[in-house]
């Protein structure tokens, strides 16, 4: 449809003084033919703001261009109803203050952008939210501290809760637990856990309802309209709720595999939670015969901080064995407590009973590593160990041994890591294709929960989240620790990252207000992270659809199902905008309106490509806005230069690139194509999970299109880039120029 289009230009922040304004109104009204041109020199400033507002108040514009600073700037000032079609072009950090007051090339950057910007409202349309009716029924999964959390937090906001239990009675793990070590002032004593509480509170609440002896049988649908069956004996019975926690705890690791420690040689050697059960109820006495235990050594990171076992810290093993140690000393006075550490992890207050049991008489710590634990004739166990401070290797008897072992999320079991994580190695020790292919099948079927199911998803993309080489569920564990890969399901506590009960707590008060802005959001048709608030969405003209199943595989979070014919089946909930599904299609039937295959290519037919003779290359630079594209306007807020020959295109993510955009941007002249995404591996910090690692991937067709168009591969560059790096940001752009000029101006200027 014909836009109404209003084009405001501000002169302010030293616009004014670095461009010609009065060319960019030449370029709104001459070239596009803007029926509405302003210029103000404080266009963010009340009367500024009053302009706009006035010509859309009496119709006489529609859509509007704001051509003054970053679009991630004055964002509440320019805030308008989603029937208006805006855009804004960054005229202050991109152009004013990164390049030449009064240049030429200056000028002629200045120009461009707001030719791209005109473009794209005019390919824009109102965005029409999503409606439908949503429960904002909270369904809390798991009943240990931090699923009991969760729900009470949820509640006490005035939200319905179903908590489900798959065991008999609420508690989880800490209900094993006696006394708990101190969470508070003056953090020297023991302490109760609390728990008991906790339970008659959740159990007597009228907004909580609690199944306890209960497996979910299947999860269908999507955020605001998850129908989750459940089966506690009976007949499988159906609750919808609008968001899920899901805090379902975790195991320790299975000391089978530390037979190097001793276990299974002999009953004195034992875990921590097996050590649990036998302290705090009179003397500690060794397993094997009754008698009373005059040593107990306490064998430290036993599974944990191991290549060949568990990778991370658990994280809580230090402060169970400070506080074992302590019941030990309270329960016999005369027992002697060995720790044997490599490091003891005690962090903030906990430091302060640290100190007490370490200056406890009885208590001997020492830092070394265990080499063996042996059985003897007589009645001790012997241990050996090296390393220590004192440079020697020594043999300490005890009569009972207990084993710290880790913690493992019950997302996963012990032998999925390890098959996990050995596919990985392979995947990165870069052998054969057929062997590196087979080893990413054996990623994504371990990650989809093969056997480990807890919600059975009926998704597309597995039936539980998604998990990590050590089996957490895969988050954006750099911005928003709750999210995970499955919108409106929140992971909190020990299945999400390694922590003790009063972390848990913390964790599950996040989570549960994630899960209520969720239901909050979606009862309004907005994306929650990253593009929260968003209301646009995607359509499919499936007319045209082959059922290649791209859109299906690579989306990052599960939104996108299929017929029994392999046709896309759109679930509006799920999705979070990111656009990767668009850049995924070959066929380019996926868009939203307000972002499109169509509106990016207009943008690069838009900018002005010079003739060979003028001798001035052109260089489209596809950004994320996530960081790449925030890393730049630092760069320009520190006045930080760079060539002027680049003219940016921002991304929603690098996954939502069309490989077609590079083809077209050759194809009319453009000397060359940079993309600059968020890293991605391991440590990813992609806001969309695998968008940037896609687009990497999908590059490696561009090879195939420059061949055809018989161009240099080096005229396509990809970069990773951190939100912080706004100072390598520039170094790449004038050493990717430099590389152009080098190769010499593309051959098909000018066609």
């Known amino acids: 449809m014909d836009r109404k289009l209003g084009v405001y230009i501000c002169s302010g922040c030293s616009i004014g003084e ?52 970053s679009p991630r700037t004055k964002t509440n000032a320019f805030s308008f109803d989603s029937q208006t079609v805006m855009d804004r072009v960054n005229l202050r950090e991109h152009v004013a203050w990164s390049h030449e007051p009064g240049n030429e090339d200056t000028q002629m950057l200045a120009e461009d952008c707001l030719r791209m910007g005109i473009v794209k409202v005019r390919k824009m349309e109102p965005l029409e939210p999503v409606s439908d009716a949503i429960s904002k ?53 023991l302490q109760e856990t609390g728990l008991p509480e906790k339970i008659a509170k959740v159990t007597r609440h009228p907004r909580i309802k609690v199944y306890t002896a209960t497996r979910i049988v299947k999860t269908e649908g999507q955020p605001g309209m998850f129908d989750v069956t459940l089966q506690n004996g009976g007949q499988p019975f159906v609750h919808r709720a609008g968001a899920v926690v899901m805090a379902t705890g975790w195991k320790p ?23 649990e059960a036998m302290i705090g ?72 009973y640290f100190a007490k049991v370490q200056n406890h008489p009885a208590t001997f710590l020492m830092k070394g590593d265990v ?75 371990l990650r989809s929960h093969e056997g480990t199911e807890i919600l059975n998803l009926t998704y597309r993309q597995g039936p539980d989240l998604p998990i990590l080489r050590d089996g957490f569920p895969s988050s954006n564990f750099v911005c928003f620790p709750y999210e995970t890969l499955r919108t409106g399901i929140y992971a909190a506590g020990a299945v ?102 169509d509106m990016i290519a207009g943008m690069i037919k838009a900018i002005e490509v010079p003739e060979e003779e003028e001798e001035k290359l052109r260089v489209l630079l596809f950004m994320c806005e996530n960081d790449a594209y925030p890393a730049l306007d630092v760069a320009g807020m520190n006045h930080v230069a760079y060539d002027a020959s680049v003219r940016v295109i921002p991304l929603r993510c690098l996954g939502s690139m ?49 061949q055809r168009l018989q161009l240099e591969s080096e005229r396509v560059e990809v970069s990773q880039i951190s939100i912080d790096q706004y100072k390598k940001v520039p170094e790449i752009i004038n050493a990717f120029m430099e590389r152009m000029r080098e190769l010499g101006p593309n051959p098909y200027k000018g066609f």
């Open 253 to 275: 690791y299975d000391a089978s595999k530390l037979a190097h420690l001793g276990y299974g040689s002999s009953p004195d050697v034992v875990t921590n939670d097996q050590f």
């Open 137 to 189: 029924t909270i369904l809390v999964v798991g009943g240990g501290v931090a699923g009991i959390t969760a729900a009470l937090e949820a509640a006490d906001a005035d939200y319905d809760v179903v908590l489900v239990e798959r065991q008999e009675q609420l508690g989880g793990s800490l209900a094993a637990v006696k006394k708990h070590f101190p969470t508070h002032p003056p953090y020297t004593g």
């Open 18 to 69: 670095s461009i010609d304004v009065n060319r960019l109104v030449d370029v709104a009204q001459k070239e596009h033919k803007a029926p509405v041109c302003r210029t103000h020199p404080f266009l963010c400033g009340e009367e500024g703001l009053a302009a706009i507002r006035n010509d859309l108040a009496q119709g006489a514009i529609d859509s509007l261009v704001i051509a003054g600073c």
């Open 371 to 445: 080499v063996a634990v042996r059985t003897q004739s007589g009645e001790h166990l012997h241990v050996d160990v090296k390393n220590t401070l004192l440079d020697e290797d020594i043999t300490i008897p005890a009569d009972i041994v207990v084993l710290a072992t880790g913690l493992v999320p019950n997302a996963a079991d012990n032998d999925a890591i390890r098959d996990l994580r050995d596919a990985h190695a392979k995947v990165q020790r870069n052998e054969s294709e057929t062997q590196r292919a087979e080893a990413e099948k054996t990623v994504e079927r």
């Open 496 to 597: 999400r990252a390694p922590m003790d009960s009063a972390g848990a707590e913390e964790d599950a008060l996040g989570a549960a207000m994630k899960a209520i802005q969720s239901v909050e959001m979606a009862s309004s048709g907005q994306a929650v992270h990253p593009r929260a608030g968003d209301l646009s969405y995607p359509s499919f003209l499936l007319q045209r659809c082959t059922q290649c199943k791209r859109c299906t595989v690579e989306c990052p979070f599960g939104s996108i199902d299929e017929d029994a014919k392999g046709t896309p089946k759109f679930n509006s909930y799920r999705c979070r905008r990111c656009g990767v599904c668009m850049g995924a299609c070959p066929e380019r039937i996926i868009s939203f309106k307000n972002y499109s295959v």
């Open 658 to 706: 069309n490989i077609v955009w590079i083809a077209d941007a050759l194809s009319r002249g453009i000397d060359g194509v940079m993309l600059m995404g968020c890293k991605y591996g391991e440590d990813y910090q992609c806001h969309f999970a695998k968008g940037s690692e896609i687009a990497h991937r999908r590059l490696e067709n561009v090879k195939e299109t420059l």
């Open 281 to 352: 109820g009179g003397p500690v006495v060794r397993p094997s015969d009754g008698k009373p235990a005059r040593s107990v050594l306490f064998i430290q990171c036993a599974g944990s901080r191991d290549k060949d076992h568990l990778p991370y810290c658990s994280s809580v093993c230090c402060m169970a064995t400070l506080k074992q140690a302590d019941v030990t000393h309270q329960t016999s006075p005369a027992t002697k407590v060995y720790i044997v550490y490599r490091d003891i992890i005690t962090t903030g207050q906990y430091e302060r």
